[in-house]
């Protein structure tokens, strides 16, 4: 017997047998927002007017951008999305459900959201294999993950599947003598490059060994991240208050909280 709905019951199933789940938004006028603002300080910062185009101004920014002044373009769109008050909420909006049947209802999410714009052919901005678990991160964390544009081929990022990670994981100390590298040559068959459509977004556990390569797509990938976990789930290095910040407190939990035993 289970306790969960069979909606709940699916997406665990799907969740736990594939370690992500890409689905449209849950709120497509919110995402619309999010890039719009994101290409409205992209132009900005670059002294333009932003196109009717949007997906195509973002997707051809390497036309205007060099990889000496990316990261420049790069962290003034993040700085400026963070500001924005109604960010992070609608942010957690376009995978409320999801994330809630996954998680919980009572969860925390990560203060500041992060930004990545990886052109064709650019080296410089490479995220090699890893597993976020492995630098501070609680195995009970989930990330949502955000393209701003289609992402597909080598133009997406990667992941490896729960079944493949846990042996390779386990057998992960037999590549001391070896770099991030060594461990992608012995992984690179089984990884899978998810497609991934602007209006669609993914959840995945960051316990799993992910990254991405030099982007040979003649476009320029957007996407954004953020974490998410129970406020009742272990913490590691990433704190409550610090890193983190709650977000859906019940009234028991608040009231909980808030009780001191009598002397």
């Not at 920014?61 to 990889?67: N, Q, S």
């Not at 996407?223 to 709650?246: I, Q, T």
Request: glycine residues 6%.
């Amino acid at each position: 017997m289970t306790f969960l709905k069979p909606a709940d019951h699916e997406l665990a199933e799907a969740f736990l047998g594939n370690g992500h789940v890409v689905h449209s938004a849950e709120d497509r006028q919110g995402l619309n927002r999010i890039r719009t603002r994101a290409a409205e300080l992209a132009a900005g910062h670059l002294g333009a007017d932003v196109p009717a185009d949007i997906g195509g101004f973002l997707n051809a920014i390497h036309e205007t951008v060099g990889v000496e002044t990316l990261n420049a373009l790069r962290l003034a769109v993040f700085n400026g999305l963070n500001k924005e008050e109604w960010f992070r909420p609608t942010y957690f909006s376009l995978a409320r459900t999801t994330i809630e049947s996954l998680v919980g209802n009572e969860l925390c999410m990560q203060r500041r959201l992060n930004l990545s714009i990886q052109m064709p052919d650019d080296d410089s901005s490479l995220l090699p294999v890893h597993a976020d678990v492995w630098d501070g991160d609680s195995p009970f964390e989930v990330v949502l993950w955000v393209p701003l544009v289609d992402c597909f081929d080598t133009k997406a990022m990667y992941l490896l599947r729960p079944g493949k990670n846990r042996v390779v994981q386990e057998n992960l100390s037999k590549f001391g003598d070896g770099n991030a590298e060594d461990i992608f040559e012995a992984i690179a068959d089984d990884v899978e490059f998810i497609k991934i459509s602007y209006g669609e977004v993914m959840v995945f556990s960051q316990t799993l060994m992910h990254g991405n390569r030099v982007n040979r797509v003649p476009e320029t990938r957007w996407s954004m991240n953020c974490r998410f976990k129970s406020v009742m789930s272990p913490f590691a290095d990433k704190k409550l208050g610090e890193f983190f910040e709650p977000i859906t407190l019940r009234a028991a939990t608040r009231m909980g909280l808030d009780y001191k035993l009598p002397e």
